[in-house]
């Protein structure tokens, strides 16, 4: 069997374990029925993922000239509290910047192989720590624009991780936590603006993900230097494949690609 087409996010359905699927333009894959199975990643060439050109992925599946000029990637989205679009100010599309800042927003606790905090639109959860790896996660607050999920990230980052160790997620060297319990510490850092969204109630999310086998090492694939890679898929993590030989690749980091996927 036999796939084509450019690369992009995995789309996933929080089920009893995760569901993976590979979208193409004319078809699509569901990942979790290949486990087990030999498969082989053939890198054909470059695609931007807005302009459609075939030019060179600068990041997040983009060429530098959009990258560089499109609303998508405004300073923005990587630090939220620089958000304006509630103040009216624009920074590259204000009404685009307002379609996505003026939106209810989740500050979040993921445990992943550290307990991280974060921020995601609601509309993402659980999405968001699916991509992210975390086996359990907790909502914090939930606001109504994404400047005082950032502001509120920004305060509670000084007292928890704001970052994972992908390695330790990928050999899944993790252990289970108290969310609520973090949650409940965290709170009195919250800034004054955002204290009154505290979600006291919520419960944890447990995710788990479709893995026979994860690996003790970890070596990653980059199809910029080795474009052409086969291997027995083992598992689903985050938004990485498993392989037998300890190999592992990055979707989400690959958006952009053109990629021959052959199941032999």
Known sequence: MRYEGVLTKMKTELQKE????????????????????????????YQCMNCGLEKKVFAQGFCYDCYTSIPQTGNWIMNPEMSK?????????????????????????????NVKVGVTRK?????????????????????????????????????????????KMLTNDIKDLDLAEEREKLKQFIPEEAL???????????????????????????????PFYEGVLKGIKGQYLLFEDGTVFNVRSHEGFVVELSIL
């Open 196 to 226: 009154q969204y505290f979600l006291a109630d919520n419960t944890e999310t447990e995710i788990h993900f479709p893995v026979l086998q994860y690996p003790k090492k970890v070596k990653t694939l980059n199809l910029s230097k080795a």
């Open 123 to 167: 509309t993402q959860v659980p999405t968001r720590w699916i991509d992210q790896g975390a086996h359990e996660a907790i909502e914090i607050v939930e606001v109504p624009n994404r400047y005082l999920a950032g502001i509120t990230e920004v305060a509670l980052k000084a007292h928890v991780a704001d970052k994972t160790n992908w390695r």
């Open 85 to 113: 679009a509630h103040l009216d100010e624009e920074d590259r599309d204000l009404e685009y910047e307002k379609q996505v800042q003026l939106k209810p927003h989740i500050v979040y606790l993921a445990n992943s192989s």
């Open 18 to 45: 995760v569901e993976y699927y590979m979208v193409f333009e004319s078809d699509f894959l569901n990942v979790n029925q290949i486990l087990n199975k030999r498969i082989s990643i053939n890198f054909l060439r």
